[in-house]
């Protein structure tokens, strides 16, 4: 990922659990141009191959394991943990009781490790925290959280867990409410995933059946963003933030809206039926207000619609060639 970004060679390290996964993927390449060399030590159950050019040093951890988490940031001398990893929301429902140990007792032991060994502390949260009975256009950062998503559940109580420790024992616990990530890296086990196999399953078949209705609008954004806007949060002075957890918006489209774009570049057929992960993204917000974000530390997003469908395709083509 080529950003114009101002170089910020600093003291910072970053710990990262569940490194392979969607986010980590695109993440850690980015954090070796922003931050430099040795700025990264990754752990996840199982060991698995970056897009760099050194591996970066790993380290197994199994995120339930609350001496194995604190012995493997404090072994790799981190100034801050970003613990990525997460059963998303219907890998979730179908796996509960494993869902609840990764999703809460690993964040336990997450935030747990940033307190003993005083560590700055990154968790993605998700617009899953909201549910049927918050606003569902514009929905702004505080407003009724009733999520009726396992996964969404775990996300409030990262979020509430995260500013105890903060108020508590001055953790510094930072989170941003991700919408549906859009990446050339397959994600796994989310509801906003069609948004990603929409792209490969067109390139490849020319087409695709979607498991959401037609009219069913999420907030989405752009990997690029996403990552940018992580960064740019973690390193946001103290004094600019007055909250510890922001919505991050960019952009809002329908599943019909991104078929009838990615139509515009390529051929092929989509058809829409409706499975279990409906009723989740029925329960979500359509827009997100994150005003906050943008005026606290200047949040801005790049990717709009059309330039996210262009830069997807040419780069899974490129994977497929
Ligand atoms: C999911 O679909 O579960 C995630 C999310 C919205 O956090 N992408």
Request: aromatic share 10%; proline share 5%.
């Amino acid at each position: 990922m080529l950003l114009n970004i101002a170089r910020n060679f600093s003291s910072k390290k970053f710990f990262i659990t569940g490194a392979s996964g969607q986010i980590g993927k695109k993440l850690i390449p980015y954090l070796y141009e922003r931050y430099g060399p040795n700025c990264v030590v990754v752990s996840d159950v199982n060991q698995t191959q970056f897009d760099v050019e050194s591996q970066p040093p790993f380290l197994p951890l199994d995120v339930v394991d609350k001496e194995g988490f604190a012995k493997a940031v404090e072994a790799s001398e981190a100034t801050h943990i970003l613990h990525l990893a997460a059963y998303l929301s219907a890998k979730a429902e179908l796996q509960l009781q494993k869902s609840i140990d990764v999703n809460i007792i690993g964040v336990n032991n997450a935030l747990e490790a940033a307190r003993i060994h005083n560590t700055a502390i990154y968790v993605p949260s998700s617009i899953a925290v909201f549910g049927p009975t918050s606003p569902r256009v514009l929905t702004p950062d505080d407003c009724v959280v009733q999520p009726t998503t396992a996964y969404g559940i775990s996300k409030v109580y990262m979020e509430m867990m995260g500013n105890y420790y903060h108020k508590k024992f001055g953790v510094n616990f930072r989170s941003l409410r991700y919408p549906g990530a859009v990446s050339s890296d397959p994600p796994g086990g989310g509801t906003t995933d069609y948004a990603v196999e929409i792209f490969f399953e067109l390139l490849k078949n020319q087409e695709y059946q979607c498991f959401l209705s037609k009219g069913t609008e999420l907030p989405m954004m752009y990997i690029d963003d996403l990552i940018q806007g992580t960064c740019d949060l973690i390193d946001a002075p103290e004094e600019t933030l007055t909250r510890r957890v922001y919505n991050l918006g960019a952009i809002s489209f329908t599943a019909e809206q991104l078929t009838s774009c990615i139509l515009k570049y390529i051929p092929g057929t989509v058809t829409y039926k409706s499975d279990h992960r409906q009723a989740y993204a029925d329960s979500w917000p359509m827009s997100i207000d994150d005003s906050l974000a943008r005026r606290d530390w200047n949040w801005k997003h790049k990717f709009d619609i059309d330039l996210m469908t262009r830069t997807m395709i040419e780069l899974i083509s490129k994977q497929m060639h």
